[in-house]
């Protein structure tokens, strides 16, 4: 049987009998994948060190004639282990895995590894705040799923300018001026920057963005529950 070699990410892992365990796997090229790691649990598994949750390796695996397919081989690429020294960036983690896999069909795009393997290297600087980690990542499942608020011009189709106070118009899924709004020139960049696609780490240099961030929070929940329903 052939076998093909690719790049992943562990989602999950189940302990299977008494030395194997089955991998859900996220990959650039095949999409999800779950593989049989046969004898992986013993102690001197040649695949056990490929293996490790918040890791991105590169896997040899055969495909199987029915749901799992067997892994070959594994070789570690890299290892975030400063998210596992930190129980909060830890258990952030988990949540964020568990948010995208529920999200993604079995063959997602390449964009949803990257996000992943993005998400990984924000989790493992400690100067990148958890929040604004949690409140980008729901940003860009949104931005994967095609789902973009209007950023540049107001419900009247003005655009958006740096001296106007703004509230957000969720029936037209745009801002609205007004001399009580809450959102201002920079919140409003923090949140094109992102929805551009720019990475949590960059986000984290904007000055300010640990403020901007909290204030945007409950308009990108609001977004969330929108879209998904």
């Known amino acids: 049987m052939n076998q093909l070699v690719t790049t992943a990410i562990i989602l ?29 649990r013993k102690v001197k598994s040649k695949l056990a060190g490929g293996i490790e949750l918040f890791s991105v390796s590169e896997i040899t695996f055969i495909k199987g004639r029915g749901a799992v397919g067997t892994l070959v081989s594994t070789r570690l690429i890299k290892h975030y282990e400063h ?5 909060n960036r ?17 063959e997602p795009e390449e964009e949803y590894f990257d996000l992943l393997r993005e998400t990984f290297e924000a989790l493992d600087e400690s100067s990148v705040p958890i929040e ?26 003005n655009r958006l300018v740096v001296d106007q106070k703004y509230e957000f118009n969720f029936e037209s899924m745009s801002f609205h001026a007004s001399s ?18 720019h990475s949590a ?5 904007i000055q300010g963005a640990n403020k901007l961030v909290m204030d945007c929070v409950p308009l990108a929940q609001q977004w969330t529950a929108t879209y998904s329903g």
């Open 12 to 40: 999950n892992r189940t302990d299977y009998g008494e030395a194997d365990r089955i991998l859900s796997l996220l990959t650039p090229e095949y999409g999800k994948l779950s593989l049989m790691a046969k004898g992986v």
């Open 83 to 87: 998210i596992v020294g930190d129980l």
């Open 90 to 106: 830890t258990m952030l983690g988990y949540e964020l895995i568990k948010q995208l896999n529920k999200v993604t069909e079995d």
């Open 132 to 157: 604004l980690i949690r409140f980008w990542f729901g940003l860009q499942l949104l931005r994967l799923s095609g789902h973009t608020p209007n950023l540049q011009t107001d419900d009247s189709g």
């Open 180 to 197: 009580h709004g809450g959102f201002e020139a920079g919140h409003i960049k923090l949140l094109r920057l992102a929805f551009e696609g």
């Open 201 to 205: 780490r960059f986000l984290a240099n």
